[in-house]
C-alpha cells in the first residue's frame, strides 16, 4: 500500500538537501517579486522566455548524459583511457585531459562535473590511483573548457544570442582563447596535482577491463550521443533547435531503457534542481537590476569597447563569479555591456567561465563536484583548492582574453 500524500511530500522534503532548499529558496524568491510587483510581469515572461529553450536543452542533454553514463559508456570510455596509459602518468594526465575537455565543449560543463567525476574517482579506486589528480582534473576542465561552443555552457548561450553568433561562427571566434586556456589549465593540474611529489606514485597499474552489461544500451546511448554531436557540427546554434536535438537524442536513449531495462526511468533522472535554479535566477536578478544592480555592474565594468573595458570585464566577472556564482554574475554583467562591444561581452563570459574555480559556489558545476567528492569522501584541501584556483582564475582568464584580442 502506498504512502499518503502527506507521508511522501514529508519523505520527498527530507530527502532534499542544503543545496536543493537554496534552489527551490531562489525560485520563491523571483516568485515573490512577481507576485508583489518589484518585476513587472511582462519583464518576467521576457526573461523566463528567453531561457525556456535553454532549459529544454539542459533538461534533455542531462538525461542523455544520465543515461549513457547507465549504460557503461562513460566507464568503458574511462577503462580504455586508464588501459591505453600502459600504467604512465603522462599518458594518463594527456588521456583523462582530452576526456574531459570533450565531455565538456559538447555534454556541457555540468555533465563533466555530475557524471564524469563519478567515473574518474571509481576508476581511480580499481587502478589504485590518488583520486585527488582526477577529481581536479574533471572539476577545472568542466569550468575551463567551456568556451568553446554555445552548447559548452549556459553563459555560452546566453552569450552567442546576444552577439548573433551561429555554432560555427562562435566556435571561430573562441577556438584560440580556449586553445590558450587548456593550455594553461594543462600546465597548473600538472604542477598542483600530477606531478610526482603529488601524486605519490611513479607508475599505476592499469585496470582490468569490465566487459559491457547490455551492448544494445550502450551502442543506443552511444549513438544518441554521436547523433546530438554531429547535429552540433551540422550548425544547429539556436537555443531552439539545440532543444530540439538534444531532445531528439534523449528520446533515443529512453526508447532504448524502455524496451531494455524500465528500471533505470526514475524521476531521480529529472534535473529539477538546475531548472528551478536557472528560472528563479532569471526573475531574481532583472529585479535586482532595476534596483540598482545594473548601476553597479555600469560602474564596475564600465562601457570601454577596448583592451582595458575587456579586461575589467573579465576581471569583474571572474571575481563575482567566486563572490555570488558565475550564472548571474555573466546576466548581471550582460546588462551593463553595450550590445556593439562584442570583444568586452565575450571576454565577460571568459571571466565567468574561467574564473569560478576559487570558491565552492563559483558555478553550479563546481558545487555538484563538491558534493561528488563528499560522497566519496574525496579530501580537498581547501587552502590548496583557494590558491591553485586563484592562480587559475588569473592566468587563464588573461591568456584566453589576451587570445580574444589578438585574434579579434
Not at 574511462?78 to 574531459?100: D, E, I, K, T
Not at 555540468?110 to 581511480?124: G, I, S
Not at 548601476?295 to 566577472?317: C, H, K, N, Q
Request: proline residues 5%; contains cysteine.
Amino acid at each position: 500500500m502506498p504512502p499518503p500524500p502527506t507521508e511522501a511530500l514529508r519523505r520527498a522534503a527530507g530527502s532534499l538537501g542544503v543545496l536543493d532548499w537554496i534552489r527551490i529558496a531562489v525560485l520563491g524568491l523571483g516568485a515573490v517579486f512577481v507576485a508583489t510587483g518589484l518585476l513587472p510581469a511582462d519583464t518576467a515572461r521576457s526573461s523566463v522566455g528567453r531561457i525556456a529553450p535553454l532549459l529544454l536543452f539542459l533538461f534533455s542533454v542531462i538525461i542523455l548524459a544520465e543515461l549513457t553514463k547507465e549504460a557503461g559508456v562513460f566507464d568503458a570510455i574511462a577503462q580504455r583511457m586508464a588501459q591505453a596509459g600502459r600504467g604512465n602518468y603522462a599518458a594518463l594526465f594527456l588521456l583523462c585531459v582530452a576526456f574531459a575537455s570533450l565531455t565538456t565543449v559538447f555534454l556541457n560543463l555540468d555533465t563533466t562535473a555530475v557524471l564524469l567525476t563519478p567515473v574518474m574517482l571509481a576508476l581511480a579506486a580499481r587502478a589504485r590511483i590518488a583520486t585527488l589528480p582526477l577529481a581536479m582534473t574533471t572539476v577545472w576542465l568542466a569550468n575551463t573548457a567551456s568556451l568553446l561552443l554555445p552548447v559548452s555552457n549556459l553563459t555560452n548561450l546566453l552569450a552567442a544570442d546576444r552577439v548573433a553568433l551561429e555554432t560555427r561562427a562562435f566556435a571561430a571566434r573562441m577556438w584560440v582563447p580556449q586553445l590558450a586556456v587548456l593550455a594553461v589549465t594543462m600546465v597548473l593540474l600538472w604542477v598542483f596535482y600530477w606531478r610526482r611529489r603529488m601524486r605519490g606514485e611513479e607508475t599505476y597499474d592499469p585496470p582490468a577491463p569490465v566487459p559491457v552489461q547490455d551492448w544494445v544500451l550502450f551502442s543506443a546511448t552511444g549513438a544518441a550521443c554521436l547523433l546530438f554531436i554531429g547535429a552540433i557540427l551540422a550548425g544547429v546554434h539556436t537555443g531552439i533547435q539545440l532543444g530540439v536535438a538534444a531532445t531528439v537524442a534523449a528520446v533515443v536513449a529512453v526508447a532504448a531503457f524502455a524496451v531494455r531495462d524500465r528500471s533505470v526511468l526514475r524521476p531521480a533522472l529529472i534535473p529539477w534542481q538546475l531548472m528551478v535554479f536557472v528560472t528563479g535566477l532569471f526573475l531574481v536578478v532583472p529585479t535586482l537590476e532595476r534596483f540598482g544592480l545594473a548601476d553597479a555592474m555600469r560602474a564596475l565594468i564600465g562601457d570601454d569597447g577596448g583592451t582595458a573595458g575587456a579586461v575589467r570585464a573579465a576581471f569583474s566577472g571572474a571575481g563575482l563569479s567566486n563572490v555570488l556564482n558565475n550564472l548571474p554574475a555573466y546576466v548581471a554583467g550582460e546588462s551593463a555591456v553595450p550590445a556593439s562591444n562584442q570583444d568586452q561581452l565575450l571576454s565577460l563570459l571568459v571571466g565567468t567561465n574561467v574564473g569560478p574555480v576559487i570558491t565552492p559556489w563559483g558555478s553550479l558545476a563546481t558545487l555538484l563536484w563538491f558534493e561528488w567528492c563528499r560522497r566519496w569522501d574525496v579530501r580537498v584541501p581547501m587552502r590548496t583548492f583557494v590558491l591553485a584556483g586563484t592562480v587559475l582564475a588569473v592566468t587563464g582568464s588573461a591568456a584566453a582574453v589576451g587570445a580574444l584580442l589578438l585574434t579579434g
